[in-house]
């Protein structure tokens, strides 16, 4: 019998986003049915359920309806208990026009009923959903087209892509396919999981992000061998988030968070990068008991919902019988040193006698005055420490050690006539290094005769400009030991100081020491540059050590950079309209190219430079009508960027006016087309500008968590009364963005003025000093 409950009220609860309803009388625990009747609009922002539409290979505009949930955002399509602690099955409907559209969801099509509900129109039932949690639904209506293949179980895997790109899926059909295999393998479960894992609250959202952003550089790797992906993770996710995480206003990884602002708040690099990079440091002193818990995890609760002791007490079981003695063998009480308190240890290293070796830790801030407590960590942010490193009595042979957090240091035992030691082999540890100077300089000699892979020497390289920025290091050590880029031929290194050079020649922009600095720089990219030039060609290793040394060499003023940029873009814009800026005879003699795809990386900085110095006006009113027409959103978004780096301020206002048109570009490229406005010096005032006026934006690009990343556009100022009106700021527009994100941006700021008043005048005396690197390059 059905009993039906009398309702007295229905009331909101805007702070957490509930609907909430009050019973007449009070009711005992048990199962009922809450009947809702609600409408929404397609039209009204870019999350939950909403259009979306793209230019097809006619220059037609074509509609699509789709839908985006994570993390908080199914509640915007249907009611529903939008928590991950809560799973649901699902029995969807959606309507569709019956000529031209296709409707897909997470499960096979049940059944379709054509002119229903009306005609011209065709109602497409999908197959009962398992049990799974709101923000992995996903439905859309669109006109795609789709290649498939077949995996070996029998389940086929499609690509799905508009028809005018369907020519582009393939590479993703191929590596998807072959990714899906090996993950079976490796996990020991099948694709697709009957139920997935997911995490009790976000608390844990690490677990799902973190992990996946650690397995994606094993399926890279595993389909393209040759990628070096192992070390590309220092340059994409490791090094990114060691500066974030330098930073007083940085979090753990575990937060615990309750509104959906605070919830949107933590999907950021320390979820997603320091997630990834403290679960690479354990696989690391783990050893293969690592992949054995985690497939233990996995199975255990592949039907429920799990926390991170969950994983912890797995993967503890797993290495219990394989722990080095005198190892302390608890995971969850060694992790939790690195899962809740924020930051990470500088390891110091002093030679107390010759055959001893010190090592003691402590917080690593990129602000050296920064004032903190250590009671508010349970940690007093000390850290257990695996300990990696070689010598130069035996530099093939690793040594592991640990220095736990209630340790007050760490002495080690080496050969008498051991020269140097490195610390925290191939970077695997989520920490910096510090050498005493004369260990830096033998530390240099390695790097200088490529003795250490690339990843030693990319930390070599991070670690000492790290150890400077923070005042734990004469800069004229870190400038001393760039001399070593000279012999350095590979990508990551290259990456990762290109970086470095490229945030000092901007902190340095207003000084005596900014000109000899780029001469400085130009020296030594120089000699790479002309090994390697523009020519789109090499492996995928070389073509990403190409992109950054043109990037370098126009950026430090390289005469030939940027005159081959600027022919190369009057080339571009003066022939008949081709997607790709390149110069006549490279299109003459490269005819089976494909422009399109295979020289993204270096027509993208032909763009900048070539706007930068060949550009005008006419220049870019031609790029912004090729952007207008443009298919590609690769070609769309390096269009963008190159426009936004015209030296001209008249011409990047106008940009700025036209970019807020939707009809022109789309209301999420708005963001992204300010934050390469900022990067132009001609441009960082007027985006500035545009951010203190935020009143006018904050309806519009508001509930976005990545709004909150656009307020560091003034990360590099350097003038002391930006920290000022960037606090007004925010005061005045408390909603504009993330609190968190603010916080960096002014830290940031106060961190670049403290920087530039205690390290330009000694940049500027060493320069002379300096002599011209010199080196052949392959």
């Known amino acids: ?19 909430v309803v009050r019973t007449e009388e009070e009711v005992a625990a048990g199962a009922f049915e809450l009947t809702l009747h609600f409408s929404g609009s397609l039209t009204n922002g870019i999350l939950g359920f909403y259009y979306s539409n793209y230019t097809d290979g006619n220059g037609r505009a074509r509609g699509l309806a789709t839908t985006k949930f994570q993390p908080t955002y199914a509640r915007r399509a249907f009611p529903c208990l939008d928590e991950p602690g809560f799973k649901s099955t699902y029995s969807l409907t959606v309507v569709r026009p019956s000529q031209g559209y296709i409707a897909l969801s997470n499960m096979p099509i049940k059944e379709e009923a054509q002119d229903s509900p009306s005609e011209g129109l065709t109602e497409v039932a999908f197959e009962k959903s398992l049990p799974m949690v709101t923000y992995l639904v996903c439905f859309i209506v669109c006109d795609f087209s789709y290649k498939e293949s077949v995996l070996a179980s029998g389940v086929p895997f499609r690509v799905y892509a508009p028809e005018s790109r369907l020519s582009d899926t393939r590479y993703a059909l191929d590596v998807g396919k072959s990714v899906l295999l090996m993950y079976e393998q490796m996990f020991g479960l099948p694709f697709p999981l009957p139920k997935s894992v997911t995490l009790a609250w976000w608390d844990d959202l690490w677990l799902n992000e973190g992990f996946a952003s650690y397995v994606q550089y094993k399926g890279a790797a595993h389909v393209e061998p040759g990628w070096e992906m192992g070390f590309q993770f220092l340059s994409s996710t490791l090094l990114p988030v060691l500066e974030d995480d330098a930073l007083l206003s940085s979090h753990p990884i575990i937060l615990k968070v309750e509104t959906p602002d605070q919830i949107n708040a933590i999907f950021d690099k320390i979820a997603y990068n320091k997630g990834a990079s403290v679960l690479r440091m354990l696989e690391d002193f783990m050893g293969a008991a690592f992949q054995r818990g985690i497939n233990a995890f996995l199975t255990k609760f592949k039907y429920s919902n799990a926390v991170t002791r969950d994983l912890w007490r797995e993967l503890t079981s797993a290495w219990a019988a394989h722990v080095p003695e005198g190892t302390k063998g608890d995971v969850g009480a060694i992790m939790d040193t690195w899962t809740r308190q924020m930051g990470y240890p500088v390891v110091h290293v002093r030679r107390a006698a010759r055959d001893t070796l010190v090592m003691t830790q402590q917080r690593f801030l990129l602000d050296p005055s920064a004032h903190y407590s250590p009671d508010d960590s349970a940690f007093q942010y000390k850290w257990d420490v695996p300990l990696s490193y070689v010598t130069s009595a035996d530099a093939t042979t690793i040594q592991r050690c640990w220095l736990y957090h209630d340790n007050a240091s760490l002495e080690v035992k080496v050969p008498a006539e051991v020269t140097w030691v490195k610390v925290n082999m191939q970077y695997k540890g989520f920490y910096r290094v510090n050498y005493e100077p004369d260990m830096w300089a033998e530390l240099g000699k390695l790097c ?61 922009e207003s000084t005596e020491a900014y000109k000899p600095f780029k001469a400085y720089v130009m020296g030594l990219v120089e000699p790479l540059y002309a090994s390697h030039g523009w020519q789109d060609e090499g492996d995928h290793l070389k073509r990403l050590l190409r992109t950054v040394v043109v990037r370098l060499a126009c950026m430090s003023g390289s005469v030939a950079c940027l005159d081959t940029a600027a022919q190369n873009i009057h080339s571009w814009v003066w022939m008949p309209p081709s997607p790709c800026p390149w110069t006549h005879a490279d299109r003459e003699t490269n005819r089976d190219l494909d422009f399109n795809n295979d020289c993204v990386d270096v027509f993208v900085q032909c763009y900048r430079w070539g706007v930068v110095v060949g550009g005008g006006a006419r220049v870019w009113e031609v790029m912004w009508q090729r952007a207008l027409k443009e298919t590609s959103a690769t070609a769309i978004d390096n269009l963008y960027y190159g426009m936004a780096n015209t030296p001209d301020p008249a011409v990047l206002k106008r940009y700025i006016e036209l970019s807020m048109k939707e009809e022109n570009v789309r209301r999420q490229n708005f963001l992204s087309i300010l934050q390469y406005i900022s990067t132009n010096p001609a441009g960082s005032d007027l985006v500035w500008d545009w951010v203190r006026a935020l009143g006018v934006a904050v309806e519009r690009y508001t509930p976005n968590r990545y709004l909150g990343s656009h307020t560091t556009s003034v990360h590099f100022a350097t003038e002391a009364n930006y920290p000022g009106g960037m606090e007004t700021l925010f005061r005045q527009y408390p909603e504009g963005g993330q609190e968190r994100v603010r916080e960096q941006a002014l830290e940031t700021v106060k961190h670049n003025i403290r920087w530039l008043r205690d390290n330009a005048a000694h940049i500027l005396a060493w320069l002379p000093t300096g002599p011209t690197p010199l080196g052949k390059h392959d």
């Open 448 to 508: 200088s005769s490529q003795t250490l892979n690339a990843a030693d020497r990319t930390s070599l390289y991070s670690d000492v400009f790290a150890m400077a920025d923070a005042g734990h290091l004469a800069y004229t050590v870190a400038l001393d030991f760039s001399h070593n880029l000279a012999s350095e031929s590979d990508y990551v290194p290259w990456n990762a100081m290109a970086t470095t050079f490229i945030n000092i020649m901007k902190r340095l």
């Open 1 to 19: 019998m059905v009993k039906v409950v009398a309702l007295r009220e229905a009331l909101s609860y805007p702070a957490h986003q509930f609907f």
